[in-house]
């Protein structure tokens, strides 16, 4: 049967302080809330630490008493501890927490199809684009070092699941390019100024990368073996970085 947590021990400030970057970092764990990145995660094969759930949470969902059954120890907590555990208005009455989970860069750079998040500030954007990534085949991305970075509750929750199935890495632009070097990859920046993407035949191993929403490539423009470009017709200026590296990925999958 699961254990009650006290509103105010040590376990619940742990996991408080999963809610921002210096606490992952120092307890290399992130934290997620819902039934449906719960039920993500234990099909995908996660690690989950613990789960906390308020006693409806845990009677409503199954899922939670057979992650339970599967060794993942269940904390109850009552509903005011829920809300302070929660990074959304209203609170779901289930937060799981799982290890970090980074692959080395040189791992990720040997596969096929890697996305780069070139330091991307804007979380929904970027969870938007990891959802995007498995969808269109591709088996890694990366995050550069200055932008918002994986583990990140809004890009937890706009990936959709896809956070516990693809290989991630954090890297600067000079790191990156030299491990794609030395695995024969080229890496293709998405830019304006770029050839049309629907022409393009990427290598056998090629990245993607996605510029900042308002600076674009920035640092990594430099590395850049080659720039494609999504043509536009209307009179819009330019693209949501999430929609045009969605609309990227889909034409290079083809």
Known sequence: MATVA??????????????????????????????????EALRSGAQIVEIYATERAYEEYALVREA?????????????????????????????????????LGDVTRLKRVLVLADLNDPGNA????????????????????????????????????I????????????????????????????????????VVPAERSALVVGHERRGLGPWSAFCTRRIAIPMNGPTESLNAAVAGSIALYA???
């Open 6 to 39: 006290g509103a105010h021990g040590d376990r619940v400030r742990r996991v408080r302080e999963l809610q921002t970057v210096k606490g992952r970092r120092e307890h290399e764990r992130f934290a997620f809330e819902g039934p449906t990145l719960l039920d």
């Open 127 to 162: 969870g938007t684009l990891l959802r995007s990534a498995e969808a269109f085949n591709v088996q890694g991305v990366v995050f550069g070092s200055d932008g918002v970075e994986p583990y990140h509750p809004k890009v937890v929750r706009a990936a959709m699941g896809a």
């Open 164 to 199: 516990f199935r693809l290989s991630l890495c954090i890297a600067e632009p000079a790191a990156f390019a030299a491990a794609v070097r030395e695995n024969q990859g080229e890496i293709l920046g998405l830019d304006m100024e770029g050839d049309d993407v629907r022409t």
């Open 252 to 254: 290079l999958a083809r």
């Open 68 to 104: 339970e059954k599967g060794g993942t120890a269940v904390f109850l907590v009552d509903d005011r501890t829920a809300q302070r555990l929660s990074t959304v208005e209203s609170a779901t009455g289930i937060v799981a927490v799982a290890p970090l989970r980074y692959a080395p």
